[in-house]
């Protein structure tokens, strides 16, 4: 098989949406706590959340494979994941105001608060990781192969997005550039993404089944 | 002098016995930390977790429950010198209550407000400390910062807040913001004063003490260096405010002395432990501020 480097792509895409989910999630702790304050609930809104999210967006993601899947879609998906993240910096603190006077119990306004925040992004985010496979299995023999590398991947780039995020970046940047430069990073991909696709327009993956 | 040297010999040497002997009459793990209660002799006291000394949050002489052990107890007390009358008192982080038990006793018709986010410390102050609780005094369990935003939004006000709700081994990080200093000097009275317990170490010490002054002005501190304790005591106009200043005289110093030297305060020699950042800053000017966007509280206080 020629060296294919639309699937390095592939791969180098869902290394950083995995990085960028858990970068997130980390930062929901610090930009949930001026509101609703550092008990253990606040993770448990969190992560209820990011859950909740991951498993409708694998559900979507998974369903979307099925339409004429296509290396432009991918970058179109991690483009409009660049855009939904925007919000949580340019509108989180009118949005936790607003829940923080509605809701009195901090445990229902912490839920509350981070679904408004992340549940669409994160949505998204979770439909690269089916759509992933889609694109990078070529027979069904190898398919059981290519999700497991495809999930060490994005699951090492979670680790890394987790490890970096809570040890360096929260110590050298405001919260609010970290998540333009996680919504930079997602749009360039994606845009690069799209651009690949469209210098190599005999890249169709969906006659690829023997 | 002689007395308080005394009495810190006695606490050395009971503190030194608390390693060799201390008897553990309550332990229990609670959502937040390990919680100990230890018995030594006369001497009890509120542990968190099991490493160090430092992580001792309140302790209480069992014969003499009026006496004030901790140092930095002590310390606090000499907010009062800003605000000698204070009617009502916010204080976030319980320990073992000893804070509101003396308050109580000096201005009972106070009302005291204490927010501790552990019910788990709230109920070992209450059946081990003494922790007294009335109409005046009330407890809530809650995170600091949502109760003072909640106050706010009643339209509350207090004369004095004590924040004591670091310790050696953990910061909460949105209790050491501009944002939040905001907040808390919004719920001061207009001769308000805050004090706050904190421990910094290294770096954190400038960007505490810059966080502050973005948000007072200049404050007084007093600093206990064998264990970075210090106290940081800040009002809500500045003291640059006449009002103030004239409380420091003589007769306050000496009137104040006499009420608290019966729970082992010395206040003549707090008063010259005092110092004002106005003359003294010890950080460089160009220190970066503690914001909710950046809190690495933890991670800069580092040994």
């Keep these: 098989m020629e060296k294919n480097y639309p699937n390095i792509l592939i791969y180098l895409l869902a290394f950083t949406s995995?990085?960028?989910?858990?970068?997130?999630?980390?930062?929901?702790?610090?930009?949930?706590?001026?509101?609703?304050?550092?008990?253990?609930?606040?993770?448990?809104?969190?992560?209820?959340?990011?859950?909740?999210?991951?498993?409708?967006?694998?559900?979507?993601?998974?369903?979307?494979?099925?339409?004429?899947?296509?290396?432009?879609?991918?970058?179109?998906?991690?483009?409009?994941?660049?855009?939904?993240?925007?919000?949580?910096?340019?509108?989180?603190?009118?949005?936790?105001?607003?829940?923080?006077?509605?809701?009195?119990?901090?445990?229902?306004?912490?839920?509350?608060a981070s679904m408004v925040l992340f549940f669409i992004p994160t949505v998204i985010l979770g439909m690269l990781s089916p759509y992933s496979v889609r694109l990078l299995v070529t027979n069904s023999d190898e398919s059981g192969q290519v999700a497991g590398k495809l999930y060490f991947v994005s699951t090492l780039g979670s680790a890394l997005g987790t490890i970096v995020t809570s040890f360096y970046l929260i110590l050298w940047f405001d919260i609010n550039t970290i998540i333009y430069s996680f919504s930079g990073i997602l749009a360039s991909l994606g845009l690069l993404a799209i651009l690949v696709h469209k210098l190599q327009p005999s890249t169709k993956i969906e006659n690829n089944y023997a | 002098m002689l007395k308080s040297i005394t009495s810190l010999l006695l606490l050395g040497l009971l503190m030194t016995s608390t390693l060799v002997k201390a008897e553990v009459i309550h332990q229990e793990r609670s959502l937040y930390r390990n919680i100990l209660v230890e018995d030594n002799n006369d001497l009890r006291c509120l542990k968190f977790n099991t490493r160090s000394t430092q992580t001792q949050q309140s302790c209480f002489l069992k014969s003499q429950p009026d006496h004030l052990v901790f140092n930095y107890t002590k310390l606090l007390m000499a907010s009062l010198l800003f605000n000698t009358q204070?009617?009502?008192?916010?204080?976030?982080?319980?320990?073992?209550?000893?804070?509101?038990?003396?308050?109580?006793?000096?201005?009972?018709?106070?009302?005291?407000?204490?927010?501790?986010i552990d019910p788990a410390v709230i109920k070992v102050a209450r059946d081990y400390f003494g922790f007294l609780e009335s109409n005046k005094i009330k407890t809530y369990a809650q995170d600091g910062r949502i109760f003072i935003k909640r106050a706010l939004l009643k339209k509350e006000s207090y004369d004095w807040i004590i924040l004591d709700a670091f310790n050696g081994d953990y910061i909460p990080e949105h209790l050491m913001t501009k944002e939040f200093l905001q907040e808390a000097k919004a719920l001061l009275s207009d001769n308000g004063i805050l004090s706050a317990n904190t421990f910094s170490l290294s770096k954190l010490y400038a960007h505490e003490s810059a966080t502050y002054k973005a948000v007072f002005?200049?404050?007084?501190?007093?600093?206990?260096?064998?264990?970075?304790?210090?106290?940081?005591?800040?009002?809500?106009?500045?003291?640059?405010?006449?009002?103030?200043?004239?409380?420091?005289?003589?007769?306050?110093?000496?009137?104040?002395?006499?009420?608290?030297?019966?729970?082992?305060?010395?206040?003549?020699?707090l008063y010259r432990k005092m110092i004002n950042t106005k003359n003294n800053q010890d950080w460089p000017n160009d220190t970066r501020v503690l914001t909710d966007q950046f809190s690495p509280a933890n991670l800069l206080n580092v040994k």
């Excluded at chain 2, 009617?87 to 106070?110: D, E, H």
């Design chain 1, 18 to 112: 995995g990085f960028s989910i858990m970068g997130i999630e980390l930062l929901g702790g610090r930009i949930l706590a001026p509101f609703f304050g550092s008990s253990v609930h606040i993770w448990g809104s969190i992560i209820t959340v990011f859950m909740l999210s991951l498993s409708l967006g694998y559900l979507l993601g998974g369903k979307l494979s099925t339409r004429s899947p296509s290396l432009s879609i991918y970058g179109q998906i991690f483009f409009i994941a660049a855009i939904m993240v925007l919000p949580i910096a340019l509108f989180g603190q009118w949005l936790m105001e607003t829940v923080f006077l509605n809701v009195e119990d901090s445990r229902y306004g912490s839920l509350l």
């Design chain 2, 86 to 116: 204070p009617k009502r008192i916010l204080i976030v982080g319980l320990g073992g209550g000893t804070m509101s038990n003396t308050l109580a006793q000096l201005y009972p018709q106070s009302e005291i407000n204490n927010i501790e």
């Design chain 2, 217 to 269: 002005g200049d404050f007084y501190q007093v600093t206990n260096n064998a264990n970075s304790n210090r106290i940081i005591v800040v009002s809500k106009n500045g003291f640059s405010n006449n009002r103030i200043n004239n409380s420091l005289n003589k007769q306050n110093i000496d009137k104040l002395d006499k009420t608290l030297s019966y729970y082992g305060v010395d206040i003549p020699l």
